[in-house]
């Protein structure tokens, strides 16, 4: 059973490999709306709060409520496909190209400063003021005001946690696999942030 689920693993890597290789922007967006959908589901999960069940006519609803997909999960996968898994292939992209014929601790400090300083606070940027948008902001002084402060906090973690990351990316990984990589790492992050400002609002909307 062991070694069928570990030939099962490998072929899907191997089927995945392949399609980022052949179609990498489209494999790189269904990833990236993939990992945001489930980021979404899984935080809601972890700060769901006991509540009595519901009796009659009124369960039959609530199951049939709970039965449908959340709409926040709709759409911060549709974030991930269009937005970010995207934006995440044209940045790379572009700093592999900027990394393409150059080698050694030249390379590394360049990957590091565009990395953090560029790429890092574009994203993070356009993360915060999509979550605000799907929060319900509409007016561009909101959606500033909401970038500005939030911001700061998100990119001093990226600024402690991503230099390890790009190290390892840099030596470990072939460039094709640094996209997914830093899916899956910003998977890990954002799920945390989610279920911190999740558990915020609660504490504010408890009496």
């Known amino acids: 059973?062991?070694?069928?689920?570990?030939?099962?693993?490998?072929?899907?890597?191997q089927f995945y490999l392949a399609n980022l290789e052949a179609r990498p922007l489209v494999t790189k967006a269904v990833t990236a709306g993939t990992l945001q959908g489930l980021q979404e589901h899984l935080?809601?999960?972890?700060?769901?709060?006991?509540?009595?069940a519901p009796e009659g006519a009124a369960a039959t609803t609530k199951r049939a409520k709970r039965s449908l997909i959340d709409p926040k999960v709709v759409q911060m996968a549709l974030y991930g496909l269009l937005v970010?898994?995207?934006?995440?292939?044209v940045l790379y992209g572009a700093?592999?190209?900027?990394?393409?014929?150059?080698?050694g601790v030249q390379a590394t400090i360049l990957l590091l400063l565009v990395s953090n300083l560029i790429i890092s606070p574009i994203q993070n940027?356009?993360?915060?003021?999509?979550m605000a948008l799907i929060a319900g902001q509409r007016q561009p002084r909101q959606l500033v005001h909401t970038v500005k402060t939030q911001l700061?906090?998100?990119?001093?973690?990226?600024?402690?946690?991503s230099p390890a990351a790009q190290l390892f990316v840099a030596?470990?990984?072939?460039?094709a696999l640094w996209p997914p990589f830093f899916n899956l790492l910003g998977f890990l992050f954002g799920t945390y942030f989610n279920v911190q400002a999740k558990r915020q609002r609660q504490q504010q909307l408890d009496p």
């Not at 940027?125 to 999509?130: E, K, M, P």
């Open 152 to 161: 700061g906090r998100i990119q001093r973690v990226s600024w402690v946690l």
């Open 1 to 13: 059973m062991g070694v069928l689920s570990k030939q099962v693993l490998t072929g899907l890597l």
């Open 43 to 52: 935080a809601q999960q972890l700060t769901k709060q006991p509540k009595p």
């Open 95 to 103: 700093l592999q190209r900027l990394l393409a014929k150059r080698r």
């Open 125 to 130: 940027a356009v993360y915060i003021a999509a």
């Open 84 to 89: 970010s898994g995207p934006l995440g292939h």
């Open 171 to 175: 030596r470990m990984l072939r460039p």
